[in-house]
T-cell receptor
């Protein structure tokens, strides 16, 4: 059973608008969440993260929101740019041992149209 | 530069052959990981290592062998390659520590493996 779910395989957004990528999780022990961005033929690159003690973390155009009661996080990109077109992976981890390993969602492909 | 290098970038092999994918890191991060990426599955953990000579299975370890005699190297071996092992393989590293236990992994560029 998937512990981290990205239910939208793809998302298309107009340049300049907001992109919202969603992620749901089932394991209440998860306490650290990350977003990775992946371009074709490259490895995933770390984008932004959030600890469970926060509900929002911002870095430039990227903001991650965490709703612990709903076990839901989202990544907002404002304004969206064509260079943001990539696959975005959500990941989560819990503390300690093998629980510290990241569990990844299946990814959402974002296309930003000029 | 994430300080992690994978080789080769592309590999074609035949069913039944042994193949080794290499992963080398700088900065001596303690944790290293191997993932495979397949359509419809995202990134799945094959094996990981917490330090030299310490390795453990991930979600999909069958058919793979790893070793870590030195902190900076973490090779992945397919002992007898099968078509189902055709995939893109990513190596990653992490320091996994700090007050907030920031668990950020840094990935290599990947190896695209085709088993014919």
């Amino acid at each position: 059973d998937q512990q981290v779910k990205q239910n939208s395989p793809s998302l298309s957004v107009q340049e300049g608008r907001i992109s919202i990528l969603n992620c749901d999780y089932t394991n209440s022990m998860f306490d650290y969440f990350l977003w990775y961005k992946k371009y074709p033929a490259e490895g995933p690159t770390f984008l932004i993260s959030i600890s469970s003690i926060k509900d929002k973390n911002e870095d430039g155009r990227f903001t991650v929101f965490l709703n612990k009661s709903a076990k839901h996080l989202s990544l907002h990109i404002v304004p969206s740019q064509p260079g943001d077109s990539a696959v975005y992976f959500c990941a989560a981890s819990a503390r300690g041992g093998s629980q510290g390993n990241l569990i990844f969602g299946k990814g959402t492909k974002l296309s930003v149209k000029p | 530069d994430a300080g992690i290098t994978q080789s080769p970038r592309y590999k074609i092999t035949e069913t039944g052959r042994q193949v080794t994918l290499m992963c080398h890191q700088t900065w001596s991060h303690s944790y290293m990981f191997w993932y495979r990426q397949d359509l419809g599955h995202g990134l799945r953990l094959i094996y990981y290592s917490a330090a030299a000579d310490i390795t453990d299975k991930g979600e999909v370890p069958d058919g793979y062998v790893v070793s870590r005699s030195k902190t900076e190297n973490f090779p992945l071996t397919l002992e007898s390659a099968t078509r189902s092992q055709t995939s893109v393989y990513f190596c990653a590293k992490s320091s996994r520590g700090g007050l907030l236990c920031k668990n950020i992994q840094y990935f290599g560029a990947g190896t695209r493996l085709s088993v014919l």
